[in-house]
């Protein structure tokens, strides 16, 4: 359809709703949900790409309580064994954690606006 056109939805009530598809709006993407895996006592993937307003969901799979927190003091996220912890990011840029209970667990998280 070409902007500035029109366009029709009927409902399934039969109520006819009219539209105009309009140029130059532009629709905030949805934010998403972002699954790291910890497991084996490793951090999967040690480096992701997120945006302002995802989510991290972190997923515990060892029998072995972990943490996810920041180096620069942003969070710390318990992760009980085998549960998830989650967390909607706040602001942009980058920011390494770690697992307090096992340090050798580094990952890397870099937060776009």
Not at 15 to 43: C, F, N
Request: proline share 6%.
């Amino acid at each position: 359809m070409k902007p500035g056109g029109h366009f029709l939805i009927v409902a399934a009530s039969g109520i006819a709703i009219l539209g105009i598809a309009v140029s130059g709006i532009s629709v905030p993407a949805r934010a998403a949900t972002i699954q790291i895996l910890m497991q084996d006592l490793e951090i999967t993937p040690a480096e992701t790409t997120a945006k302002v307003g995802d989510t991290i969901e972190w997923v515990n799979e060892d029998i072995f309580v972990h943490s996810a927190t920041a180096r620069n003091g942003d969070w710390d996220v318990e992760l009980p064994a085998q549960k998830t912890g989650t967390l909607v990011l706040k602001k942009p840029g980058v920011v390494d954690y770690y697992c307090r209970y096992h340090p050798n667990m580094k990952a890397r998280l870099t937060i776009a606006p």
